[in-house]
């Protein structure tokens, strides 16, 4: 997890056009469009809200949710005990899920209230994936085991213990009949009864699904894979980064792929082509968290 806190913004302008920085501190490492750094001193996941208002940062002990792009304070949600780990948010944008030590809660962002905890089942609960219908949450929890989780009568579904170690990745995709998680031992792919379909050898940190739920990328030790989630079968291995890839991101028009990596970059690629486009910056620091915004124009790096 990340400690040092640096949240770093990039105005994508087209394809791949840096837009000059709108605001904030320049850094000698940052390329032109770089806009502010936020020093949060501890810092675990982000995520944007769907309709690319509200950005949110689990860091120590709490969430912190800003207006988005101008990154602006607009509240602190402490948590009852615990660092938040993983965060996301609810497809009509109105709820918060937050991971921690041993629970997910579920915020309602008009009220600041906390409207329920599902609590006495998990570890540490490092990756949290809506299904789109906002109906369910799947849960990557520490010890191993994925639990999709029922939110309206609050009941899990079903759960599953097929890693070996944490699991620090998943995903649903955009259709709700996939689910994927990633773990230090293999990547999975699910049906939406639990069931596997294919699994995926090697380290698998993150997980993402292409927009249109055909692929799925790993970060899969210091490569980028691309998995056919009809077949099963490796489309691409992309190889730049020289440390491990903590997480992968599809663009929401599917026509590029994020990576953040150990070794303090984040970089784009051709997810059709399998060729790298472009090392985005550089952080002092491993990049834990790496977010496409909804209208694809903002990307926003947490490390």
């Known amino acids: 997890m990340g400690r040092k806190g640096a949240l770093v913004a990039l105005l994508l302008a087209g394809a791949l056009v840096l837009c000059p920085a709108a605001q904030g501190e320049s850094h000698p490492n940052f390329p032109p469009g770089a806009v502010a750094t936020l020093d949060l001193g501890w810092l675990s996941e982000l995520a944007i809200s769907p309709d690319g208002e509200l950005l949110a940062i689990a860091a120590l002990g709490k969430v912190e949710v800003f207006s988005f792009p101008d990154v602006e304070p607009m509240v602190t949600l402490d948590l009852p ?148 989630t009809a077949v099963g079968l490796l489309f691409h291995s992309m190889w730049k980064h020289t440390g491990c890839v903590w997480w992968v991101e599809f663009s929401p028009n599917g026509e590029l792929l994020a990576s953040a990596s150990l070794d303090h970059t984040v970089r784009l690629w051709d997810p059709e082509a399998g060729e790298p486009l472009v090392e985005l910056l550089y952080h002092e620091d491993s990049v834990e968290c790496v977010r496409f915004s909804p209208d694809g124009r903002w990307l926003v790096s947490g490390a």
């Open 81 to 228: 005990g615990g660092n938040a780990f993983s965060v996301a948010f609810s497809p009509d944008g109105e709820n918060l899920a937050v991971g921690t030590f041993s629970a997910v809660h579920i915020w309602e962002l008009s009220s600041q209230e906390i409207s329920f905890s599902l609590t006495g089942r998990f570890g540490n609960v490092f990756a949290l994936a809506y299904s789109p219908d906002g109906r369910y949450l799947f849960v990557g929890e520490g010890n191993g085991s994925v639990m999709l989780w029922n939110l309206v009568t609050q009941e899990v579904v079903w759960e599953r213990n097929e890693h070996a170690w944490g699991v620090r990745g998943v995903g649903v995709s955009p259709d709700g009949e996939l689910y994927a998680s990633g773990g230090m031992d293999q990547g999975v792919l699910w049906d939406a009864a639990g069931n596997i379909l294919y699994t995926f050898p090697g380290r698998a940190w993150s997980t993402a699904f292409s927009p249109d739920g055909a692929f799925l990328a790993l970060g899969a030790g210091k490569i980028v894979e691309i998995w056919d």
